[in-house]
């Protein structure tokens, strides 16, 4: 697989140099940078890159949120701004462009990784999508990296036991009871994983079918712990585990 070939639009020299050394330490190929709407337009033709960073800071007419609209228009790539300012100006022109994502100057190899792979990520879900093809993740299939730290780590979903939500974050339960706290909601993880073999059962919670023990008349074991099950969830989790409730002979 090609590494990802990175443009980048900055006319802070200081902040271009930071962002070419981090994009060639991370093991992305990169663009020769350009500092105005003409040069942009040149190495879109010429050099063909796959995601483009651009600052929001630069002088003149076209500075990078004029760039990112006029770009829209001519190519459909990731776009994600380095900006150097938060202000509300600055901040309600950029949605007008829906960029993928938005970094804040200074950064640091692991948000620019992040942002990046996300970015490239997100955009290539959504453009198939509306083509309608099947998305097709080589790493979709067995594991996930997790943030913890300054570092990336292997998941696989086969270990994870249950996962439980909290506003907009999920805790995810693991075999070896260790515990790993991710930004998500039970839904987008889910579909993230296109995993069938989780399950909802509760508001708040989704199991691991090939993990449940028991199933008792409002909760569920798995692995040793007792997770409840939500009365409309109820009747799904018995069809999926093929179990068939017994009704009451009535007759007196």
């Not at 980048?8 to 962002?19: F, G, L, Q």
């Not at 651009?54 to 990112?68: H, M, R």
């Not at 097709?136 to 299939?141: D, I, M, T």
């Not at 007792?226 to 999926?240: C, H, N």
Request: glycine share 4%.
């Amino acid at each position: 697989m090609k590494p990802l070939k990175i443009g980048i639009v900055e006319e802070d020299a200081v902040v271009a140099k930071a962002v070419l050394e981090a994009i060639e330490e991370l093991g992305y190929v990169y663009c020769t940078p350009a500092d105005s709407y003409t040069g942009t337009i040149e190495m879109l033709y010429r050099e063909k890159p796959d995601l483009l960073l651009l600052g929001t800071s630069l002088t003149g007419k076209q500075d990078g949120v004029c760039i990112a609209l006029k770009v829209s228009k001519i190519c459909k790539i990731p776009l994600i701004f380095l900006a150097s300012q938060s202000n509300a100006e600055t901040i309600n022109r950029v949605i007008r462009v829906k960029p993928h994502a938005y970094m804040g100057i200074p950064f640091n190899k692991e948000e620019l990784f992040a942002a990046i792979e996300i970015a490239f990520s997100n955009f290539t879900n959504s453009h198939n999508k509306a083509k309608n093809k099947k998305i097709s993740l080589w790493h979709a299939q067995h594991f996930m990296f997790v943030k913890e730290g300054d570092a990336y780590h292997k998941l696989f979903f086969k270990d994870i036991v249950y996962l439980e939500s909290d506003c907009n974050y999920v805790t995810i339960h693991l075999q070896s009871q260790k515990k790993v706290l991710i930004r998500s909601t039970l839904k987008d993880f889910t579909e993230q994983s296109k995993q069938k073999i989780f399950m909802r059962v509760h508001r708040s919670y989704s199991v691991n079918i090939n993990k449940i023990e028991a199933v008792f008349p409002s909760t569920i074991t798995v692995k040793g712990n007792k997770i409840p099950v939500g009365k409309s969830y109820k009747e799904d989790l018995y069809s999926v585990l093929g179990i068939r409730k017994i009704k009451k002979d009535r007759r007196s």
